[in-house]
Nanobody
């Protein structure tokens, strides 16, 4: 069973960039579709971005399209989320997730990390 650990969150001002990392252990990340989700206080967890196993296809929520970029380095068993032009509404706990392919890119993920907090001040 793969274990996921996120890192890279923090408190930043609006307009700056952050890069989140998700390191996997206990399995090869290349076997999984990978996604990032986020949950803001008082809100449901929502899809942010996903990437297929090879890294050749990516998918984004409309709210982050053009600002966030998901990527992966299978050789390093790591997935990244580059977040540019951050806004206060991006404040949330960000979760990395892995999916055994077949459930689509926006839901049905099987393994989750513990999350990393991103806070964007105005």
């Amino acid at each position: 069973q793969v274990q996921l650990v996120e890192s890279g969150g923090g408190l930043v001002q609006a307009g700056v960039s952050l890069r989140l990392s998700c390191a996997a252990s206990g399995g090869s990340l290349s076997s999984y579709v990978m996604g990032w989700f986020r949950q803001a206080p008082g809100k449901e967890r929502e899809f942010v971005a996903a990437i297929n196993r090879s890294g050749g296809s990516t998918y984004y929520a409309d709210s982050v399209k053009g600002r966030f970029t998901i990527s992966r380095e299978n050789a390093k068993n790591t997935v990244y989320l580059q977040m540019n032009s951050l806004k206060p509404e991006d404040t949330a706990v960000y979760y990395c997730a892995a999916q055994v392919p077949g459930g689509g890119y926006y839901k049905d993920y099987h393994y989750w990390g513990q999350g990393t907090q991103v806070t964007v001040s105005s």
